[in-house]
């Protein structure tokens, strides 16, 4: 198969504004070659078999330069490979995304281009600015505040300030102090509102709001630095009534995600639509125990049980994995009642056809084995963790009900230990815990000696709570065992 080239703008940052063409192309990708401006958020995306080339450049200092980049992208396509060049914003707004495409044109390399939300129009909207309104602008102009180097910044200011439309510099934090006198010498009243956006639609993005005149002295004030943009006109006086984005309840906080890598996506993208700034650490991993001679018996003589009851949804996977791998499907389980301990282990069931026929009021294990221990009558299977707590059959077996504890899955702690991690840990404001084997997981990634004094832990039950705080980790509990839970706690925790 011939190689091919896909330019792919990444957007401002916000992973949410990938298009869903960019999002494809990246999972298809065999080599995705990236810059600076694409957030560590989007970068996550890109799939574990991807070869991954950083060209990342900074305002004078090229460690990879252009012609050396284009290079890298005609050689891995020549050599076969699907590649993404991925590039902050839109790659034909200032993103030299033309001048690339043009080596692979001369060369004859299959190419496409995706389109990318620009920060132009993306960073002024998370700032609250409308670059057009009624009222105050019906033009727009996008103007790059970055000269080549060695040459002077070329802008026809005469034209811009006639033009009466809202202005937009891009890559213009250094020459922002000569953009404000060039504008202003052109004769742009110096009252004209004006507005800086640093970060634009990440956690840490920052607005600075000013007049044309004092946007030098109040972007210094306020250390205003590179990636941001410049927007100068009328629609900037809406930002304080617009700026949606920085009255999120948890802009500015820093939240360290712990879930296994195929679940974290799901409270890492609630938290972040609470504003935070995630990342995303996976301390654990779950892998089915296969073969599992006691689980093919227990499957292959599933009439000999009235309930089966899982408490995790990797428990589900192991599960499917185990009947699919005896040429089974969900048909195999004939009619015994299924038992979960709550929400997240039901919907994994439902995603394979299955649906549970009990889910305790409270989501753990403990209210799972009282609320079994209410209904049952006959056998009961257990599908669960290698290990795990002892209270759902010690629970089942007071009462008297006969069942079968099977271990079917695994978990795995983290690998190395992460020596950036433990220096990092005071500089999060949350750490989330979805299961005690999490914290554990954690812990041997930065050591049990690790200053945990300036975090809080959100735990998703007593369990998990209990675990976190036998090491002296300050926790704070979800209401329910549940994702939706777990994030809105952070949403009204105290940092």
């Given at each position: 198969m011939p190689g091919k080239v896909?330019?792919?703008?990444?957007?401002?940052?916000?992973?949410?504004?990938?298009?869903?063409?960019?999002?494809?192309?990246?999972?298809?990708?065999?080599?995705?070659?990236?810059?600076?401006?694409?957030?560590?958020?989007?970068?996550?995306?890109?799939?574990?078999?991807?070869?991954?080339?950083?060209?990342?450049?900074?305002?004078?200092?090229?460690?990879?330069?252009?012609?050396?980049?284009?290079?890298?992208?005609?050689?891995?396509?020549?050599?076969?490979?699907?590649?993404?060049?991925?590039k902050g914003g839109d790659p034909f707004v200032f993103g030299r995304g033309g001048e690339e495409l043009e080596t692979l044109a001369q060369a004859g390399v299959d190419f496409a281009e995706v389109p990318g939300v620009t920060s132009a129009i993306a960073a002024a909207a998370y700032g609250g600015i409308p670059v057009t309104h009624r009222d105050y602008s019906s033009s727009l102009h996008i103007i790059t505040g970055h000269a080549r180097e060695g040459e002077p910044l070329s802008i026809d200011f005469d034209a811009l300030v006639r033009a009466?439309?809202?202005?937009?510099?891009?890559?213009?934090?250094?020459?922002?102090?000569?953009?404000?006198?060039?504008?202003?010498?052109?004769?742009?009243?110096?009252?004209?509102?004006?507005?800086?956006?640093?970060?634009?639609?990440?956690?840490?993005?920052?607005?600075?709001?000013?007049?044309?005149?004092?946007?030098?002295?109040?972007?210094?004030?306020?250390?205003?630095?590179?990636?941001?943009?410049?927007?100068?006109?009328?629609?900037?006086?809406?930002?304080?009534?617009?700026?949606?984005?920085?009255?999120?309840?948890?802009?500015?906080?820093?939240?360290?995600?712990?879930?296994?890598?195929?679940?974290?996506?799901?409270?890492?993208?609630?938290?972040?639509?609470?504003g935070a700034d995630v990342t995303e650490?996976?301390?654990?991993?779950?892998?089915?125990?296969?073969?599992?001679?006691?689980?093919?018996?227990?499957?292959?003589?599933?009439?000999?049980?009235?309930?089966?009851?899982?408490?995790?949804?990797?428990?589900?996977?192991?599960?499917?994995?185990?009947?699919?791998?005896?040429?089974?499907?969900?048909?195999?389980?004939?009619?015994?009642?299924?038992?979960?301990?709550?929400?997240?282990?039901?919907?994994?069931?439902?995603?394979?056809?299955?649906?549970?026929?009990?889910?305790?009021?409270?989501?753990?294990?403990?209210?799972?084995?009282h609320a079994l221990a209410g209904v049952a009558r006959g056998r009961v299977l257990l599908l669960r963790a290698e290990v795990c707590s002892p209270e759902l059959p010690e629970i089942l077996g007071r009462a008297g009900i006969a069942y079968d504890d099977i271990p079917v899955y695994r978990t795995r702690y983290g690998g190395a230990r992460s020596q950036a991690l433990r220096a990092a840990l005071g500089s999060f404001d949350f750490i989330t815990f979805t299961s005690a084997s999490t914290v554990k997981g954690l812990l041997a990634a930065v050591g049990e000696d690790a200053d945990f004094s300036r975090v809080t832990g959100l735990c998703i039950g007593e369990q998990t709570a209990a675990e976190a705080r036998r090491h002296g980790i300050p926790v704070r509990v979800a209401g329910q065992a549940t994702i939706d839970a777990l994030a809105e706690l952070a949403a009204v925790t105290d940092a």
């Open positions: 896909t330019l792919v703008g990444a957007g401002p940052g916000d992973p949410g504004l990938l298009t869903v063409k960019g999002r494809q192309a990246l999972e298809e990708a065999e080599v995705v070659v990236y810059d600076r401006l694409v957030s560590p958020a989007v970068l996550e995306l890109i799939p574990d078999t991807a070869r991954r080339i950083d060209v990342g450049k900074e305002a004078s200092r090229h460690p990879v330069p252009q012609g050396r980049i284009n290079r890298i992208l005609l050689e891995e396509a020549q050599a076969g490979h699907q590649v993404v060049r991925l009466r439309g809202t202005l937009v510099f891009l890559m213009g934090v250094t020459a922002m102090p000569t953009i404000v006198q060039g504008l202003l010498a052109a004769g742009m009243d110096g009252g004209t509102p004006a507005a800086m956006v640093e970060n634009g639609t990440l956690p840490t993005q920052r607005r600075c709001a000013a007049t044309l005149a004092t946007l030098p002295e109040r972007a210094a004030e306020m250390d205003i630095r590179s990636p941001a943009l410049i927007v100068v006109g009328g629609v900037c006086g809406l930002g304080d009534a617009l700026c949606w984005f920085e009255r999120q309840p948890l802009h500015g906080k820093r939240v360290l995600v712990t879930r296994p890598k195929g679940r974290a996506g799901t409270l890492a993208g609630k938290l972040r639509g609470l650490y996976p301390c654990i991993e779950t892998a089915p125990i296969w073969p599992c001679p006691d689980m093919e018996a227990a499957l292959e003589g599933i009439g000999r049980y009235e309930w089966l009851a899982l408490t995790s949804p990797a428990g589900v996977d192991a599960l499917w994995h185990g009947l699919r791998a005896m040429g089974r499907d969900a048909r195999a389980m004939g009619g015994v009642k299924l038992a979960v301990a709550g929400p997240g282990t039901a919907k994994a069931l439902a995603a394979c056809g299955l649906a549970a026929d009990l889910v305790p009021p409270v989501y753990d294990g403990a209210h799972l084995g």
